[in-house]
């Protein structure tokens, strides 16, 4: 079974903290990505890897940077939490061909709060 | 204008009535389909996939594409409460890593 965690399933951060959201896959899968998720806006795409210490943003990147030192781990870091990045975030992972049959698997979900 | 609508809903049925969730889209560029499942409290599970037009059905789910139009529908029949969840549509370009989601629809199944 594919397997992919996440550190926290809730988190409460003060305005201006430095958070970490940590994802990992145990299916030495090439791409992983970090979603935000809100309600009436459905899932964001905010930074994605295809490998190793490579990455790409996606649609909402401001405010937010990552890290992917090994292959099974990726890392979202806010370098200064908002209240408006007060969200779920979602970990995903997938196969280097990105073919739908290979689909994306996504981890359980962070609710962040920012207070 | 955003490239994928889908209606957030939310939508209530009595069980065993067939459920219909749509998206529409924009770009003529995606030839994957996706409809993905999110029960309370977890990630999103890819429940069905279809490339390009046409139907695809699998059980009680069946997946329809009409790209003359950019329209494509979930049905589900046979409803269950164990069906209740958040839908979500996702569309896929060829040879794009990135998939591009609509805003999901809550639907919820009543006894």
């Known amino acids: 079974d594919v397997k992919v965690t996440q550190s926290s399933r809730y988190l409460v951060k003060r305005t201006g903290e430095k958070v970490f959201l940590e994802c990992v896959q145990d299916?030495?899968?090439?791409?992983m990505f970090w979603y935000r998720q809100d309600p009436g806006l459905g899932l964001r795409l905010i930074y994605f890897?295809?490998?190793?210490?490579?990455?790409e943003k996606g649609d909402i990147p401001e405010g937010y940077s990552v890290s992917r030192e090994k292959k099974e781990r990726f890392s979202l870091i806010l370098e200064s939490a908002s209240t408006n990045q007060t969200s779920m975030y979602l970990c995903?992972?997938?196969?280097?061909?990105?073919?739908?049959?290979?689909?994306?698997?996504f981890g359980p979900g962070t609710r962040l709060l920012v207070l | 204008q955003k490239e994928v609508e889908q209606d957030p809903g939310p939508l209530s049925v009595p069980e065993g009535a067939i459920v219909s969730l749509n998206c529409t889209y924009s770009?003529?560029?995606?030839?994957?389909f996706m409809w993905y499942r999110q029960y309370s409290r977890k990630g999103p599970e890819l429940l069905m996939y279809?490339?390009?037009?046409g139907n695809k059905e699998d059980g009680r789910f069946t997946a329809q594409v009409d790209k003359s139009s950019k329209y494509i529908s979930l049905f589900i029949r046979d409803s269950q409460p164990s069906d209740s969840a958040t839908y979500l549509c996702?569309?896929?370009?060829?040879?794009?890593?990135?998939?591009?989601f609509g805003q999901g629809t809550r639907l919820t199944i009543n006894p």
């Open positions: 995903a992972s997938s196969t280097r061909t990105g073919a739908p049959q290979e689909t994306q698997y």
């Open positions: 299916m030495d899968h090439e791409n």
């Open positions: 890897s295809y490998d190793v210490k490579m990455k």
């Open positions: 770009n003529s560029a995606f030839q994957y």
């Open positions: 279809t490339y390009s037009s």
């Open positions: 996702a569309m896929q370009r060829q040879g794009a890593q990135k998939l591009v």
